[in-house]
């Protein structure tokens, strides 16, 4: 019973979010801090960014375990993402606004096995945590990631090849954005 109440409630969340936040016009724009589900620890950060009204995700930082490689790339990827390393890869790509807090119509990759989902994104209320949600076909049959927001200083910690690759288009946040920190 508890495991159909958690599907429920993960697929409704995030209308539950765009519900409250649309007259906020809050902004995917930014750094964010993907955790691990088991462990809790950050997996990595991703940098949305916005170009002609569409959103895309690039991956920005790894938090690599003892052993990983750090130079891996994205083998099993089709396309113009192939063979390229995954620090850097855009991850998410094509979102475009639904709502002032909804994006949608772009797709996902998992660069562990080259697989493309479509994909929807919700920045919460307070513009914290940003509900990335994966799926096939209808979102009812997906999974969602929450990233936290993380504050702009942290550009400063990214490898300047990749902040100088991510960092122009984030001067295209409004000064009134309330979730520019």
């Known amino acids: 019973?508890?495991?159909?109440?958690?599907?429920?409630?993960?697929?409704?969340?995030?209308?539950?979010?765009?519900g409250n936040a649309t007259a906020?016009?809050?902004?995917p724009i930014g750094l964010w801090q993907a955790v691990d589900r088991d462990t809790h620890q950050p997996t990595g950060w991703f940098a949305i960014t916005e170009q002609d009204g569409v959103y895309n995700g690039t991956l920005v930082k790894m938090f690599l375990q003892p052993?990983?490689?750090?130079?891996?790339v994205c083998d099993k990827c089709r396309?113009?993402?192939?063979d390229k390393?995954?620090?850097?890869?855009?991850?998410?790509?094509?979102?475009?606004?639904?709502g002032d807090a909804k994006?949608?119509?772009?797709?996902?990759?998992?660069?562990?096995?080259?697989?493309?989902?479509?994909?929807?994104?919700?920045?919460s209320p307070d513009g914290q945590t940003l509900v990335v949600r994966g799926f096939i076909g209808i979102?009812?049959?997906?999974?969602?990631?929450?990233?936290?927001?993380?504050?702009?200083?942290?550009?400063?910690q990214l490898d300047p090849s990749i902040r100088s690759m991510v960092e122009p288009?984030?001067?295209?946040?409004?000064?009134?954005?309330?979730t520019t920190r």
């Open 24 to 27: 906020a016009g809050l902004s």
């Open 139 to 156: 979102s009812f049959l997906g999974r969602n990631e929450y990233w936290s927001r993380l504050p702009d200083s942290d550009y400063n």
């Open 85 to 98: 390393p995954w620090l850097g890869l855009q991850i998410i790509r094509g979102m475009k606004p639904d």
């Open 67 to 72: 052993g990983q490689d750090p130079g891996v």
């Open 1 to 18: 019973m508890r495991p159909i109440l958690a599907m429920a409630l993960a697929a409704f969340l995030p209308l539950a979010f765009a």
């Open 103 to 123: 994006y949608d119509g772009g797709t996902i990759l998992d660069p562990r096995d080259g697989d493309v989902y479509d994909a929807m994104m919700t920045v």
């Open 169 to 178: 288009s984030m001067n295209t946040r409004s000064a009134a954005d309330p």
């Open 79 to 82: 396309g113009d993402r192939h």
